[in-house]
């Protein structure tokens, strides 16, 4: 599975995802002792996370370091399941003044519906908060202050590629639709490898053409992911509208694996790893299957960002990680220990255990922590759309809004059961209902 963090907003999308990049949301439950304050002389804090392997393993070893550094400092360790409980029950813990001193939660829109600047403590004045990236800052952050650290790296959605097969046919990263059709069409008439891998067995694979796609819409529409959370845009008209239409071509143009229908994503992943296809719009997430299944080959998998329809308009999208976060009624001495791990899991050392134990799927989202040297080449791909400044955070980080159902649609355009056209008014009618539950103005 691919190790992803889940979002409500994209929870349709990160369905199967879980593993070694973290998961948020909370279930009761501790790990490593009590929550006393003070413990043989040492100031204890709590921190609360969403229960997982994954997630034991990396706290474990950052509680190792961070104690082994601050010995007058002990940390205990409180779990929750993820999801839609979690957050819930994330929300109920800081409106009674429960939640433990330092919490694991969503960075963008989900961080927002907290009411940071009355529930959380402000970390405006930490040296590391210069040191977020642009992309970053603004998802921990409102007009009033900075709340939350990160806490391990970015991942991209766009297109995983076959560097070899790439090699073999003498094709270029394509930065136009036009380019990346062309390509496509070389590789069908070549007739050795597949030009697209799709996984509808897997249907929230299905969704890459859409939400791979957001930041091509934000460049040509800056403000469209305000106007869409205040019912003034759509993805039934352009910019949104065309990332339908471009699935639509790419199964009509025959440039599917013939199983799409019911391939699985570690179907799609071990195609792309042995260049059985040429592309698979996807998550880089994906990278830590493909490091743990094949390790050999993950160097010959490359990362582009979906091409929008002209080249200044292709932007990579990016999805940027969770954060650690203080309510405010951690006080005194506590306050001033959540505030000195926060910090330290974004020194060199905190950054250090993190790659050691976790997955690298894209670069930190902080410039003091440095990416080892031998990371994929894919995450090397992704940094330099950032070095060139052409990303935008995913829709989820902008908006609270994503409807249940979009992997229905997808699939039915990517199967050619349904037209790029109709899919993407049936998917604005399919948000409507989120939006009145959440109470947004407009709807």
Not at 151 to 172: I, P
Not at 387 to 412: H, M, Q, R, W, Y
């Amino acid at each position: 599975m691919i190790p992803v963090r889940i979002c409500r907003v994209a929870r349709p999308l990160m369905a199967a995802a879980a593993a070694a990049v973290l998961v948020t949301g909370c279930s009761a439950g501790s790990i490593g002792g009590s929550n006393d304050s003070s413990s043989g002389g040492a100031t204890t804090i709590s921190v609360l996370y969403a229960t997982g392997t994954a997630n034991d393993a990396l706290f474990k070893a950052l509680s190792d370091g961070f104690t082994a550094a601050n010995p007058d400092i002990k940390l205990t360790f409180e779990t929750q399941p993820a999801g839609t409980e979690g957050d819930n029950l994330t929300k109920t813990k800081l409106s009674t003044g429960e939640m433990s001193d330092v919490f694991y939660y969503n960075s963008g829109s989900l961080f927002q519906a907290l009411n940071p600047d009355t529930q959380l403590a402000p970390l405006t004045d930490q040296p590391w908060v210069s040191q977020l990236s642009a992309e970053m800052k603004p998802v921990v952050s409102t007009n009033a202050g900075t709340y939350g650290a990160p806490l391990g790296t970015t991942f991209a959605g766009g297109v995983l590629y076959s560097k070899t097969v790439y090699a073999d046919l003498g094709l270029k990263v394509p930065t136009t639709w036009a380019d990346f059709d062309a390509n496509n069409a070389k590789i069908k008439a070549d007739g050795k490898v597949t030009p697209i891998q799709q996984t509808f067995g897997d249907t929230w694979t299905s969704q890459l053409f859409v939400l791979g796609d957001f930041a091509n819409v934000s460049k040509q529409d800056p403000n469209w992911a305000t106007d869409y959370t205040a019912n003034k845009a759509k993805y039934s008209t352009q910019p949104a509208l065309q990332a339908f239409l471009n699935q639509e071509q790419t199964h009509a143009d025959g440039y599917y694996n013939k199983d799409f229908a019911s391939a699985k994503f570690d179907d799609g992943a071990k195609a792309i790893a042995t260049g059985t296809a040429a592309h698979y719009p996807m998550l880089t997430a994906a990278l830590s299957t493909m490091q743990q299944n094949y390790p050999d080959k993950i160097n010959d998998v490359g990362f582009f960002a979906l091409p929008a329809q002209e080249a200044t308009n292709t932007q990579m999208t990016l999805w940027l990680p969770n954060s650690l976060y203080i309510p405010k009624t951690t006080e005194g001495a506590q306050l001033d220990a959540a505030k000195k791990f926060l910090a330290w899991v974004n020194s060199a050392d905190g950054c250090a255990i993190q790659t050691k134990t976790s997955s690298v799927t894209g670069p930190f989202a902080i410039s003091s922590c440095t990416l080892p040297s031998d990371v994929p080449a894919a995450v090397k791909d992704m940094q330099t759309y950032l070095d060139a400044k052409k990303v935008s955070p995913a829709l989820e980080f902008l908006s609270p809004i994503k409807g249940p159902n979009l992997e229905n649609f997808t699939v039915e355009v990517g199967s050619g059961i349904s037209s790029g056209d109709k899919a993407a008014k049936a998917y604005d009618e399919d948000v409507k209902k989120q939006a009145q539950q959440l109470g947004l103005p407009g709807w």
